[in-house]
């Protein structure tokens, strides 16, 4: 019989991912109903950047609101979150390589090579798929749990390409929110340097 902590993580996994795909949800009806703006295309790949962006610094802040809070619990969601990182940034692809490009290699090929925020972003995006593949409990056990995660500081990588994707393709007074998750991503890193120095 499961105990009332677990039913309050079930509970708490199910919120979130209500939560998690209304962005989606939002997305979905905006698009319907025409309703995206003079540049619809532009206005997807943007949210669905951002979206990825957000859940992948809220899965990074997992361990130090965990360690601050002592509130243990909280690791419970970070696969969760971490997922939903990939699923909007799937959707942040699919919106490059559908509606940019309607599935030509050949210019997909040639965007990545002469634009460098689509070379930086789609690295971006290649390091985030291993994080997605070894999620599960069965992976865990496959790799190891020390090698695991090793792994998973690869999401520290995709952090620093994201922001740097980010600040490359802002401009103006646009650059405010890049560097604003800039700074947010080096608090991060400070807090796990100094928890290593520490240790």
Not at 50 to 72: C, E, K, Y
Not at 134 to 147: E, F, Q, V
Not at 162 to 191: D, R
Request: glycine letters at 8%; hydrophobic letters at 55%.
């Amino acid at each position: 019989m499961a105990s009332s902590a677990d039913r309050n993580i079930f509970l708490g996994k199910f919120v979130l991912f209500v939560l998690a795909l209304v962005p989606f949800v939002l997305l979905g009806w905006e698009t319907f109903n025409d309703q995206l703006g003079p540049n619809p295309v532009e206005t997807l790949q943007r949210r669905t950047g951002i979206w990825t962006f957000n859940f992948l610094m809220l899965a990074l802040s997992i361990s130090p609101l965990r360690d601050i809070s002592g509130l243990s619990w909280l690791v419970r969601f970070r696969r969760m979150i971490g997922l939903f990182a990939f699923f909007y940034g799937l959707l942040h692809l699919f919106s490059f390589v559908f509606f940019d490009h309607s599935l030509e290699l050949a210019g997909i090929l040639q965007d990545i090579r002469d634009r460098r925020f689509i070379a930086v972003g789609f690295l971006a995006w290649l390091l985030l798929l291993p994080l997605a593949a070894t999620s599960s409990n069965w992976a865990i056990k496959l790799l190891g749990g020390r090698r695991w995660q090793v792994l998973q500081r690869l999401a520290y990588v995709v952090a620093v390409l994201g922001a740097v994707h980010y600040f490359w393709l802002s401009k103006g007074t646009a650059l405010l929110w890049p560097i604003g998750y800039a700074t947010v991503l080096a608090v991060l890193f400070g807090w796990r340097i100094l928890k290593r120095a520490r240790s």
